[in-house]
C-alpha cells in the first residue's frame, strides 16, 4: 500500500533481451534442390531468403538456453534472482517435464515456477501477457520469457507448400517489476474452429498410431486461408490495442510483428500508416521461427541501436489454433 492508502501501480518492464540462432543456415537455393521451388517464388511470396535449422540433437531448450543466458546478462539479473519462467513453445523438448523446467535447472534458477506456454507461432506474446499479469498483481517482481522452437523438427522436407516457410531459434526478455513504466497492455484472441487450416495432428491421448497412418508428424497448413484469416485477425487486434490505450495509430515508434510473412507485415504495417522503415522485419534471414519470432526480432531490433529506451513498441502475432494477440510497452 502507498502512503495514501492506494495500491501503487506495477507495471512489467523489459530490463533485457537475448536471442539465439542455430549455425547451420539453409538458403532458398537450398531448397530448391530438394523441392520443386525457387529462390524467385519463395522471396516474392513470402519474403525469406533463407532460414536456420538446428543440427542434430540440437533442442528447443538449447536454444531457450543460450537466448536466455544473453537475456539474462543484457539485464543485469543472476538466474537465481528469477521469481518464474515462463516459455512459449510448440516444439517442446519432451512431453514432460516442460521445456522450462528444463530451462530452469540448466540456468540454475531452482525453485521458481516454471511452465510452458502452447500458442503456436503466438506462443510469445501469449507467455508475455501471463508474466505481465504475474508482476502486476505483485505475484512475481523478475520474470524470464522465453519463446523458442525447433519448428523443422515436423516440417514435411517434401512438401514445398511448407517447408520453406519454417525456421528454428529462440528469443527472451528478462522482464522487471518497474514503478515508471514497461508493458501497458496485452490482448489474447483464439478460434478453435479454425484447427484444420493449421495443425500438427499427431498428439498423445489422441493416440500416435492412428495419426502417424493417416497424416504423419508434420505441418498442415492451408496458406492462403491462414493468410487472408491473419491479415484480418492482426488489423482488429491494433486497432483494439490502440483504443484500449487512447492512442492514435501514428504514436506507434516501432512494430515488431511476428515474422511468417512479408506481405502480412506490409499489410499491418499499412494498417498503422507505418512506413516499413519503423517495422522490424528478420523474415527474410530467420523465415518463421513462430514462438521465437517476435522475441528475436525485439532483441536484433535493441541490440543493433534501433529501439531506444522510452520509445512505444507494438508487438503482434498470429499462429496456429488459430491463436492472436499483441502487446504494447514502452521500452
Ligand atoms: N514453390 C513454388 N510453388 C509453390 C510453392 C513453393 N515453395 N508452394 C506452393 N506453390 C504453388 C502451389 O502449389 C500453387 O500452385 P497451383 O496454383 O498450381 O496450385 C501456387 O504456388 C499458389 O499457392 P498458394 O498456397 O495459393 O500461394 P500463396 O500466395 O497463398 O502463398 C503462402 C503461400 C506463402 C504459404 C501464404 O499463403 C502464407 O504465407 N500464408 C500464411 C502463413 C502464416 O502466416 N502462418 C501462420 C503462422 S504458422 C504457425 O502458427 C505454425
Known amino acids: 500500500m502507498s502512503e495514501t492508502g492506494a495500491t501503487p501501480r506495477v507495471y512489467a518492464r523489459i ?4 536471442s539465439y540462432l542455430p549455425a547451420n543456415v539453409v538458403t532458398n537455393e537450398d531448397l530448391s534442390k530438394v523441392v520443386d521451388t525457387s529462390d524467385e517464388w ?26 536466455s543466458v544473453r537475456a539474462l546478462e543484457a539485464a543485469g539479473v ?8 515462463v516459455l512459449g513453445t510448440t516444439t517442446p523438448d519432451l512431453v514432460f517435464p516442460s521445456t522450462a523446467c528444463l530451462l530452469q535447472h540448466r540456468l540454475g534458477a531452482n525453485g521458481c515456477g516454471a511452465f510452458d506456454v502452447n500458442a503456436a507461432c503466438s506462443g510469445f506474446v501469449y507467455a508475455l501477457s501471463v508474466a505481465d499479469k504475474f508482476i502486476r498483481a505483485g505475484a512475481a517482481r523478475t520474470v524470464l520469457v522465453v519463446g523458442a522452437e525447433t519448428l523443422t523438427r515436423m516440417v514435411d522436407w517434401s512438401d514445398r507448400a511448407t517447408c520453406v516457410l519454417f525456421g528454428d531459434g529462440a528469443g527472451a526478455v528478462v522482464l522487471k517489476a518497474d514503478a515508471e513504466t514497461g508493458i501497458l497492455s496485452t490482448h489474447l484472441h483464439a478460434d478453435g474452429g479454425k484447427k484444420e487450416l493449421l495443425w ?41 490495442t490502440l483504443a ?13 510483428p511476428h515474422q511468417a510473412n512479408l506481405r502480412i507485415i506490409e499489410a499491418t504495417a499499412r494498417r498503422l500508416d507505418m512506413p516499413m522503415e519503423r517495422v522490424v522485419v528478420t523474415v527474410d534471414k530467420h523465415g518463421n521461427t513462430s514462438s ?36 504494447l510497452l514502452r521500452y
Open 15 to 18: 530490463a533485457g533481451t537475448g
Open 42 to 67: 519463395i522471396a516474392s511470396r513470402t519474403g525469406i531468403r533463407q532460414r536456420h535449422v538446428a543440427a542434430d540433437g540440437e533442442t528447443t531448450g538449447d536454444l531457450a538456453y543460450h537466448a
Open 78 to 85: 543472476e538466474a537465481s534472482e528469477l521469481d518464474l519462467i
Open 200 to 240: 500438427n495432428p499427431v498428439g498423445v491421448s489422441v493416440g500416435f498410431k492412428e495419426h502417424e497412418k493417416n497424416a504423419g508428424v508434420r505441418i498442415h497448413m492451408t496458406g492462403n486461408e491462414v493468410f487472408k484469416y491473419a491479415v484480418k485477425a492482426l488489423d482488429s487486434v491494433v486497432e483494439e
Open 244 to 256: 484500449e490505450n487512447g492512442l492514435d495509430r501514428h504514436d506507434i515508434d516501432w512494430l515488431i
Open 292 to 327: 521465437g519470432s517476435v522475441p528475436l526480432a525485439l532483441d536484433e531490433a535493441v541490440r543493433s541501436g534501433r529501439v531506444e529506451r522510452g520509445q512505444l513498441l507494438l508487438l503482434e502475432a498470429f499462429g496456429g489454433g488459430f491463436t492472436w494477440g499483441s502487446a
